[in-house]
């Protein structure tokens, strides 16, 4: 089935400096990637939609120019989490959209970041 | 405001009881129904989905949801719980208006911890 290889699984930066998480579509096509965010023992809230070749839409009260999202290929998704605080550490997952499907979904493992 | 909302935040069973968690929409229209389990430590995994036709679908590992329209529900239902089906349980809903992007809104969660 569809694969969606999310990295890096685990990154520990320290405040001020920028971190990049890549999401990628392994065995298909994906012209809309999404962006969640995950607390402890929390829902996933959508911080945004990718999409191929535009500009990423972002959910009401997410800092577009915090969370940079670029998605320059059918099969790569980067969401770059700039000038990160400690509040920004969380569990990221990004999700793409087989092109292929209208409905089909497929998650990341997810990514834990810790700001110190 | 427009949401998915999951009732139960943790539900305690014993091994062979039957389950079933609430999930309720709000969104007017079309809408595609999804329920995801995430296990400890590993990432989402789609239990079942909605589109149309039969509105009792099944999904894997003995798994069964209902859409019932005039309740904006569609509730998780199994007859004989496991141990292994500890984990989160995820309602989420596409809601197919021309706006929406293809995203998935996701409920709250609902832990579900099953004593051997």
């Known amino acids: 089935g569809a694969v969606v290889s999310q990295h890096p699984s685990r990154v520990i930066c320290k405040s001020g400096t920028s971190v990049k998480i890549e999401c990628r579509s392994l065995?298909?096509?994906?012209?809309?990637m999404f962006w969640y965010r995950q607390f402890p023992k929390k829902s996933l809230m959508l911080m945004a939609t990718?999409?191929?070749?535009?500009?990423?839409?972002?959910e009401q009260g997410v800092e577009k120019d915090k969370f940079l999202i670029n998605h320059a290929s059918l099969t790569l998704s980067t969401l770059t989490v700039t000038s990160a605080h400690p509040e920004d550490s969380s569990f990221y997952i990004c999700?793409?959209?087989?092109?292929?499907?209208?409905?089909?979904?497929?998650f990341g493992s997810g990514t834990r970041l810790t700001v110190v | 405001a427009q949401s998915v909302s999951q009732h139960n935040h943790h539900v305690i069973l014993s091994e062979a009881a039957s389950l079933e968690l609430g999930c309720n929409y709000s969104?007017?229209?079309?809408?595609?129904l999804f329920w995801y389990v995430q296990y400890p430590g590993q990432h989402l995994q789609l239990l079942l989905k909605?589109?149309?036709?039969?509105?009792l679908v099944k999904g894997i590992k003995g798994f069964e949801a209902e859409f019932i329209k005039s309740k904006f529900s569609f509730n998780l239902r199994k007859p004989s719980v496991q141990w292994s089906d500890t984990a989160e349980y995820f309602c989420?809903?596409?809601?197919?208006?021309?706006?929406?992007?293809?995203?998935?809104?996701f409920g709250q969660g609902t832990e579900l911890s099953v004593k051997p």
């Open positions: 999700s793409a959209k087989d092109r292929g499907s209208n409905y089909g979904y497929t």
């Open positions: 065995d298909f096509q994906a012209t809309t």
């Open positions: 990718s999409n191929e070749g535009s500009k990423a839409t972002y």
């Open positions: 969104y007017g229209g079309t809408v595609n």
């Open positions: 909605y589109f149309s036709g039969d509105p």
């Open positions: 989420a809903v596409n809601p197919l208006s021309y706006n929406q992007g293809g995203k998935l809104i």
